[in-house]
């Protein structure tokens, strides 16, 4: 799942245009919808922690929190907030 919502973080290529003004991905936040006593979410949060890794290379080292809830939005299992660091000249 977490594979999955880091596809949908890759639009910002899709909103920039191409991943080369993005100078790199900062800090990943991972929301995981967990059982009671579940606490594997930072395990969860690998799928797109590789997936960064797998497509931007040097942009994807990152700092990560993984927080575990009992519900999210629209019953997701997986929401993610990505800070991206973008290149200040765009030429």
Known sequence: ???QAGLSRLLLKTA???L???QAIARVDGHVNSAP???QQ???LNGASDLFAEIMTDK???ARTA???SELPLNAAVELV???VMKSEIH
Request: glycine content about 12%; overall charge negative.
């Open 1 to 3: 799942m977490a594979h």
């Open 82 to 84: 990505l800070i991206a």
């Open 20 to 22: 080369e003004y993005l």
């Open 67 to 69: 927080f575990g809830h």
């Open 37 to 39: 006593g579940w606490t």
């Open 16 to 18: 920039l245009g191409s």
């Open 42 to 44: 930072a395990a969860v």
């Open 60 to 62: 994807a080292s990152h």
